[in-house]
C-alpha cells in the first residue's frame, strides 16, 4: 500500500514557468522508498527544471515537494541531507586523482571504510586505472562516471540522476544500469531521468512520462505497454499457400505477410469480437494455422503515442 510514509518523495501540484512560458503546470509524482523511478519526457519537456526544484536548486512557483517528509521549500537544509544529485559536483577538483576526490567526499559525509568504498567504486565504474591520475586527463565518459561514483559515496537515501547515462558506451552504461540496480537492492531509492526508452524499461519500477507540463501516464512499464490497444496477432503457417488463402481473406485489416518464415501480421482493434471474428474465418475456410502470437506493444510505442495524443 502506498501511503505518505513510505513515499521517499511526494511532488504535489508543481507548476514553474520562465518568462510567462508555463513549463511545469501541476506535477504530482509519489516515489516509494527503495524503488527506481523513470521521468520521461521529450527534450525541454521540463525534466532538469524539476529536478532543479526537487533538488532545492530552484523554487517552484507553487506546489511542494517532501524528500522523505522534509519539505524542499521550507527546511531545504534537512532535505539535503536525504539526497545526492549527479552533476552537482560539477566541481570536480582536476588537479585531484579520481580517487582523491572520492575519499573527500566520503570525509565530507563521514562515511566508514572510506578506502575500501572508493576502490569498490572504482571498480564498479572502470575507473581502477585511471583512479590514480589527475581528472584533467580524464575523457568525458570517465568524468561521467567520477561524478556518478561521487553521488553514490555519499551514501545518501535517495539518489538523482539526470540522464546517467548519456554519453557513456554500451559496456559503461550497461555496468551503470548494474549499480543503479544493486543500489535499490540494499534499499537507495533512485530518481532518473533518460532519454533512453529501454533504460526505463530495464531499470524502472515505474515510469512516468512529463509532457507539455503535466504527467500525462504512469506506471509500471507493463501497465503502461497494457495501457495500449493490444490489437496486433502474427499468425505462422505452415504452407505459402495457407498463407495466400488467409491473407486475402482478412484483406480488410492492415496485414503484412512475411514469405520467408511464412507469417501474417494482422492489426486489429485489439477487441475480442475481432480476434474471435478472424479465428472463425480461418478455422471456416478450413486453413491450418501453425501458430499464432499476441504481439505487445513496446514502451516506444506508448512513449510516442502518448505524445501524439497529447497534441492534438
Ligand atoms: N533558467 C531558465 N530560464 C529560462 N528558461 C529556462 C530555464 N531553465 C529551463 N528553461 C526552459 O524550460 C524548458 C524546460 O527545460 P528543461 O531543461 O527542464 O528540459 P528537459 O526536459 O530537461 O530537456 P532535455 O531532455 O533537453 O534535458 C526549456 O524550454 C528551457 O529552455
Ligand atoms: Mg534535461
Known sequence: MTTSAN??????????????????????????????????????AGKTTLIKIMTTLMKSDSGQVLING???????????T??????????????????????IIGELHHIRNIDKKSEELLNAFNLREAGSRAVSSYSGGMRRRLDIAMSI?????IIFLDEPTTGL????????????KALANVG???????????EAEVLADKIAILDN?????????EELKRSLPQGVIEFSFHKDDDLLRSKELLNHFEQKENLD??????????????????????????IKIAGFTQKLPTLEDVFYTTIRENEV
Open 169 to 180: 558506451d554500451p559496456q559503461n552504461r550497461s555496468a551503470m544500469w548494474d549499480l543503479v
Open 213 to 221: 507540463g503535466f504527467i500525462v501516464k504512469s506506471g509500471t512499464p
Open 7 to 44: 513515499l521517499a518523495i511526494s511532488v504535489k501540484g508543481i507548476k514553474k514557468s520562465f518568462q510567462k512560458k508555463n513549463i511545469l503546470k501541476g506535477v504530482d509524482i509519489a516515489v516509494e522508498r527503495g524503488s527506481i523511478f523513470a521521468l520521461l519526457g521529450s527534450n525541454g
Open 153 to 157: 559515496m555519499s551514501e545518501p537515501s
Open 70 to 80: 522534509y519539505n524542499v521549500q521550507d527546511e531545504p537544509l534537512k532535505a539535503k
Open 261 to 286: 518464415n511464412l507469417s501474417l501480421t494482422i492489426v486489429t482493434d485489439g477487441s475480442m469480437e475481432q480476434f474471435s471474428k478472424i479465428f472463425n474465418q480461418i478455422n471456416n475456410a478450413d
Open 82 to 103: 536525504q539526497f545526492s544529485l549527479t552533476g552537482q559536483f560539477a566541481a570536480i577538483d582536476e588537479e585531484l586523482t579520481g580517487r582523491n576526490n572520492l575519499q
Open 188 to 198: 537507495t531509492t533512485i530518481f532518473l531521468t533518460t532519454q533512453y526508452l529501454e
